[in-house]
């Protein structure tokens, strides 16, 4: 699923990283536990997640992240902002709650990350 | 064999990238109102030899520097272009793939399409087999940068060095309760590990217990290293600070197990969830510990033959 469609999907506002809107992601995780987050998820995930700090950032980095989009409409600071662009990586912000945004997109077809076989 | 490895990511590329993304953006159109003899200087100071005519931004023909010759053969550069263009005009769309475009040239002998949007119809670039070499050279040079930077491995370092024992240190030091600047550590050891050349699935693994690791320090004590030894059959991770020490280890690493205050769950951690992540990425883990004197965390993960 590209970044264009979850922006479609979820009605998403792109936070930065516009230019890279047909970027594919493989599979999606709901999460505000940034450990759960670093035990679970494959590379290539959409990350779904309530926390804004700069940490939701480095925890994508550290475990190949495609992208982030924040949910029930938390707008992230200049400093999670700034961070995400200096590791091009694109940040979504969507009105809905975590339950109905992964609902929403899992209905659309994209997998979770136990249900995908993926390895890069 | 390299030239046909060549010749492989070219015919590839040309199904990877789309229309929109190697055309050129800028068109010069001309109004079907306009006179042939307007196109001289249009087609002289453009450099072009033919440009697509719109209508209230709507494609209706396409005028070529033939077309032009023929009228002026023919004495008829008062001519409207309306009368003179092909009105049949054949297109592209945005995001048909390049290799589309490269059959049509192929088929029709044209030499440039007009492009436009499916779903407005309306013209958003012009095509030549010139803008498609143009793209295909500047990512071929991409690729070819990258596969450079990738061919700087680690295992070169290794392989030059002479000597029994060959180790490369990488030292970070960590800020304690410095939120800003929490895992940043653990991003350049990620960063630094992938330009040697490991395996995205070992420097993963690696950058999962560094943060935790890097978390842990920030969190508990005032400062710490992080510091990850490189050798030829692994990389030894190591954390050690001088903080409060951990009472009672084998508690610790009990799943959901934290002693972190509340507001470290603000930060998406405190779940009792960082020493566990840490032994599931490792290969081997050992924690020591003094209450009172600090901790000393050592991980080791193993290069394995032929994988991560």
Redesign the interface.
């Known amino acids: 699923m590209t970044l264009d469609q979850v922006k479609t999907i979820l009605g998403a506002e792109v936070i930065s990283g516009s230019a890279n809107l047909k970027m594919e992601v493989k599979m999606g995780c709901g999460s505000?536990?940034?450990?759960?987050?670093?035990?679970f998820i494959k590379?290539d995930s959409l990350l779904l997640?309530g926390?804004t700090?700069?940490?939701?950032v480095?925890?994508a980095?550290?475990?190949?992240v495609k992208a982030i989009c924040f949910v029930r409409g938390k707008r992230p600071g200049q400093?999670t902002i700034r961070l995400a662009e200096s590791k091009g990586l694109p940040l979504l912000m969507t009105e809905l709650p975590m339950f109905e945004a992964c609902g929403r997109l899992y209905r659309a077809g994209l997998p979770g990350c136990s249900e995908l076989k993926w390895?890069? | 064999m390299e030239q046909s490895q060549g010749i492989g990511r070219v015919q590839e590329l040309t199904y990877e990238l789309k229309v929109e993304e190697v055309m050129t953006r800028n068109v010069v159109t001309v109004s079907p109102d306009n006179r042939v003899s307007d196109l001289r200087e249009l087609f002289r100071v453009n450099r072009i030899s033919g440009t697509p005519v719109v209508d209230a931004g709507r494609l209706v023909g396409i005028i070529s520097i033939e077309d032009f010759i023929k009228c002026l053969a023919n004495g008829e550069m008062d001519c409207r272009v309306r009368d003179r263009m092909t009105s049949k005009v054949e297109v592209l769309y945005a995001g048909e793939p390049v290799v589309h475009a490269i059959n049509r040239f192929q088929v029709s002998g044209y030499g440039r399409f007009p492009v436009l949007d499916r779903e407005s119809g309306r013209l958003i670039g012009i095509l030549s087999k010139g803008d498609i070499i143009r793209a295909l050279l500047k990512k071929l040079e991409i690729d070819y940068q990258e596969e450079e930077i990738h061919r700087y491995r680690a295992s070169h370092i290794f392989e030059d060095t002479v000597a029994d024992r060959t180790s490369l240190t990488l030292e970070y030091d960590i800020k304690g309760k410095d939120?800003?600047n929490?895992?940043?550590a653990?991003?350049s050891l990620?960063r630094t590990l992938s330009r040697l050349g490991f395996h995205?699935?070992l420097v993963?693994r690696v950058?999962?217990a560094s943060?935790?690791a890097e978390m842990n320090i920030v969190v508990f004590t005032d400062q710490g290293r992080i510091s990850a030894i490189v050798q030829t059959d692994g990389i030894v991770l190591r954390a050690a600070d001088r903080g409060p020490g951990i009472p009672d280890i084998e508690l610790a690493m009990q799943p959901g197990y934290s002693t972190a205050p509340e507001w470290v769950r603000?930060?998406?951690?405190g779940?009792g969830?960082?020493l566990?992540?840490i032994k599931?990425s490792a290969d081997e883990m050992e924690l020591r510990s003094e209450v009172g004197k600090g901790t000393d965390l050592r991980v080791t993960f193993h290069l394995k033959k032929g994988g991560p």
């Open positions: 505000d536990l940034m450990s759960d987050v670093l035990a590379s997640t926390l700090n700069p940490q939701a480095r925890t980095e550290m475990v190949d400093d390895s890069p | 939120f800003d929490a895992g940043k653990s991003s990620k995205p699935q993963r950058a999962i943060y935790e603000e930060l998406g951690f779940a969830m960082g566990c992540n599931k």
